[in-house]
């Protein structure tokens, strides 16, 4: 089936640990974003790339780090510099100005 | 950065009854959408409507570009219907998508 697929779906990290996010696409979209969703908040935007090797911070891109090698794959560094950590994580992929598709997202813990 | 309002912030309903969301937009878009987000956090397509009017079943929805807001009408309310509404929109000649705070509907059977 083609879509995007996000793991782990669960995720605990100790204080002062990177951890990496791992978001994975098959609909052969050219760009992809990451997303930080809080308890009761809106979805807000941390990184977007729209070609390979090639990405721009959002609006709370502090502590996070990515990169983007393939087309199908834009993995999410959460590095120990990211002061508060825990929140439901979202990537999406679009191709050119249309529809936006999520994956099922990671939900992160600090423990 | 182009901000979006989303009204009313929450919205109770009694099964088989209508509402309408709205969203606010401060500039001009080339790419709205609406987005229904679900108990277990997955976001569900509704619309992709930058302009225009469309309806799929119970859902419709409308965007004036040139006035700014979209609307989104839920008629005969279903407990399935629960969860949260955003709406996401990307300014023209941008690529970001930002989202809205969303309207989070509750319908009691």
């Known amino acids: 089936d083609g879509g995007i697929t996000q793991s782990p779906k669960y995720l605990f990290r100790k204080e002062g640990q990177n951890v990496t996010l791992s978001c994975e696409q098959n609909l052969n979209h050219d760009a992809m974003y990451w997303y930080r969703q809080d308890p009761g908040q809106g979805l807000r935007l941390i990184y977007y790339s729209q070609i390979v090797n090639d990405f721009q911070k959002g609006d709370i891109a502090e502590g996070y780090s990515v990169s983007r090698e393939k087309k199908e794959s834009f993995p999410l560094t959460v590095t120990s510099a990211q002061k508060n950590p825990t929140a439901f994580y979202l990537c999406?992929?679009?191709?050119?100005?249309?529809?936006?598709?999520f994956g099922q997202g990671t939900r992160l813990t600090v423990v | 950065g182009i901000q979006v309002e989303q009204s009313p912030p929450d919205l109770i309903l009694q099964e088989g009854a209508n509402s309408t969301l709205r969203c606010n937009f401060s500039d001009s878009v080339n790419n709205l959408q609406w987005f229904h987000q679900n108990p277990w956090g997955q976001l569900i397509n509704l619309f992709y409507i930058p302009s225009g009017t469309k309806q799929n079943g119970r859902l419709s929805a409308t965007t004036v570009a040139t006035e700014r807001y979209s609307l989104l009408y839920i008629s005969s309310s279903q407990t399935t219907d629960s969860g949260v509404y955003f709406c996401?929109?990307?300014?023209?000649?941008?690529?970001?998508?930002?989202f809205g705070a969303g309207t989070r509907l509750f319908v009691k059977a």
């Open positions: 999406a992929s679009i191709q050119g100005n249309t529809e936006a598709f």
């Open positions: 996401a929109v990307a300014r023209t000649g941008g690529f970001k998508t930002i």
